[in-house]
């Protein structure tokens, strides 16, 4: 829940800008803001075994030692790996297009601070953050819910410094099960579609169900708008999930077969011809 105290609306205005909203176009993504109270609780009450068990550690272990490192943390929802990124010793700023989960975000700052910075920003458009200015960004799982990816690849492009890196997640597109206008579809028995699908988040250890959009894109989709973009992928893992952590989550018996996500670390390398 949002809580809301003049204190902190005051730091607000202090500190995390928010008037910036009136001086950049943004997008206004309301599926995320109508997901965003489940979504919180789901994340912040140990109940994304996926997170917790496979993706952040592997997406941690390409990250590595980011002390002291520029990051930009992209479509940072809620702010949880924002905070591990800041944790880390990065000076972080987290951007994402949903005011309420940015709203959280902020709360939290304000309950706890670390020095991170928040904007509302669609990550198509990332206005105000100067061309080479970050040494590290980052998406976890949230590329694939980005409308215009090819745009938003391409700011990740501008705003990194020379051999900057980007190092995102995504979910698998080999594997995964898309609700389509009410129609399960297995992912590789229509790999080369285009679709745009609703995710249905109803699992039973939700607290409050929701729906959002997602955006089905093949491998060769990413790294084409990746390589134009200069980004050139050095390191790619798919977390598997072990014995152990199946034993602890059956529900993650699936991810030992195969995998639910996919990380890229991609680093920028300039050319004489490359625009930024
Ligand atoms: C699955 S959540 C992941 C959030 C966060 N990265 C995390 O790991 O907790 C996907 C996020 O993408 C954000 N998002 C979707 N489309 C966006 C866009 N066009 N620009 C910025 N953020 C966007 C949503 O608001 C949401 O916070």
Redesign the pocket.
Known sequence: MLVRTHSYETFIAANCQLNDKAQFMT?K?HT?NQAAEG?VDF?RTGKDYF?DCMNNPAAFELIGEIKGQKVL?????????TRMLSLKGAHVTG????EI?LEHAKQEEYRKPLGITYYQ????CLDGIPDRSFGVAT????LM????YEL?ISEVARILKPDGRFVFSITHPCFEKMNVNGVTIEAQKRYFDKLQETVEWTMGRLTRKFT?TAYHRTLTDYSTALSKNYLLISRMVEPQATEETVRKFPVLKEERKRPQSIIFETVKKVTETSPF
Do not use: H, P
Request: hydrophobic fraction near 40%; glycine fraction near 6%.
């Open positions: 997008k993504d995320w979504w994340v997170r943390d992209i479509a940072c929802g809620e702010g949880y790996n951007v994402d297009n949903s989960l920003r669609d990550a198509s998406c976890f799982m949230a819910d980005i409308q215009d938003a959002t």
